[in-house]
């Protein structure tokens, strides 16, 4: 369960020597902050897709989103001017892993080319818990 509406992103941070991860807000645009419904975090589709590097052509036909032009398996909503989706569903459906932070009482979404590099620089990857459920749910490839 997530108990605040803080979404982040993380990214490689080459001065970071210890982790080489670093981590920024989510930006989304004036108004359109993260919700919580039904203990279901909800974010702007366009600022989560910018902040992961997808395309942010987002629509939204009755309930279904589609991103770039492709019918994600994701049900949003229409608010505050923008469309809002569940920042884990999406986040997945665009190839990227959501992890609890529970230090910042919210989420880190792990784009593809951050969980790559934390899979080919760490010396044991299955003793990294995001590396563990990102390959949990099918967004690494199963270990040898």
Do not use: K
């Amino acid at each position: 369960i997530v108990d605040s509406t803080m979404v982040q992103v993380a990214v490689l941070d080459p001065r970071d020597e210890e982790s080489g991860i670093g981590g920024r807000v989510v930006s989304a645009p004036a108004g359109r902050a993260p919700m919580l419904r039904a203990d279901t975090l909800f974010a702007d589709a366009t600022a989560v897709a910018a902040a992961i590097g997808a395309d942010t052509s987002i629509t939204l036909e009755r309930d279904r989103v589609s991103a770039a032009g492709r019918r994600l398996d994701v049900r949003g909503f229409r608010a505050r001017g923008g469309v809002y989706v569940p920042v884990r569903s999406f986040s997945r459906a665009l190839g990227a892993f959501t992890y609890p932070e529970r230090d910042a009482n919210g989420v880190r979404i792990y784009p593809r080319p951050v969980l790559e590099w934390l899979l080919a620089n760490r010396e044991n990857p299955d003793e990294v818990a995001v590396l563990r459920g990102a390959r949990e749910e099918g967004l690494l490839p199963p270990r040898d």
